[in-house]
């Protein structure tokens, strides 16, 4: 499945998944098709039915994957950035609350700490030891107080 979906990939190691990447296939298609129904039918593509759709239709294949109901699977934006601004604005931490960072994790999260940090919110940051954090490293940060503990599931300066 993985060759078909990424043909690109036959003749080449690709290692960087920042901000654009190798789309799949059925990625292009669905995007081919959304074009397609914005230059046929401009009003219902732009009514937002068709992203509806596809939501639906996302969230009922991906409810088994992460073993929950489809209800449960929220799209967020169009960006990691928007992900991470909607999900910390969700858990809106209040003054004398904190939030739990990587020293090393993406930027975007420093900037999300400011803006808590002005708002009162006490940010903690884990201190990496050789590019590497240990779970202890995070316990030791987290108490009653804290509302998030925003970490990436790969650090991007080391992968």
């Given at each position: 499945m993985f060759e078909a979906e990424?043909?690109?990939?036959?003749?080449m190691t690709y290692l960087d998944w920042a901000a654009v990447g190798v789309p799949p296939l059925r990625s292009i298609g669905a995007v081919r098709a959304y074009l397609d129904m914005l230059e046929r039918d401009p009003a219902s593509a732009a009514a937002g039915a068709a992203q509806a759709a596809a939501k639906q239709e996302a969230r009922a294949?991906?409810?088994?994957?992460?073993?929950c109901?489809?209800?449960?699977?929220?799209?967020t934006?169009?960006?990691t950035t928007s992900a991470v601004q909607v999900a910390v604005d969700a858990v809106?931490?209040?003054k004398g609350d904190n939030v739990v960072i990587a020293d090393m994790d993406f930027p975007l999260f420093y900037v999300e700490a400011k803006r808590l940090s002005s708002r009162g919110v006490e940010v903690r940051v884990a201190q990496n030891?050789?590019?590497d954090y240990e779970?202890?490293?995070?316990?030791?940060?987290?108490?009653?107080?804290?509302r998030a503990v925003m970490v990436s599931s790969v650090i991007g300066s080391t992968g």
């Amino acid at each position: 499945m993985f060759e078909a979906e990424f043909p690109q990939l036959r003749s080449m190691t690709y290692l960087d998944w920042a901000a654009v990447g190798v789309p799949p296939l059925r990625s292009i298609g669905a995007v081919r098709a959304y074009l397609d129904m914005l230059e046929r039918d401009p009003a219902s593509a732009a009514a937002g039915a068709a992203q509806a759709a596809a939501k639906q239709e996302a969230r009922a294949a991906l409810a088994p994957i992460l073993g929950c109901s489809p209800d449960r699977i929220v799209f967020t934006g169009t960006s990691t950035t928007s992900a991470v601004q909607v999900a910390v604005d969700a858990v809106s931490p209040s003054k004398g609350d904190n939030v739990v960072i990587a020293d090393m994790d993406f930027p975007l999260f420093y900037v999300e700490a400011k803006r808590l940090s002005s708002r009162g919110v006490e940010v903690r940051v884990a201190q990496n030891s050789d590019g590497d954090y240990e779970i202890d490293q995070f316990y030791e940060l987290i108490d009653r107080r804290t509302r998030a503990v925003m970490v990436s599931s790969v650090i991007g300066s080391t992968g």
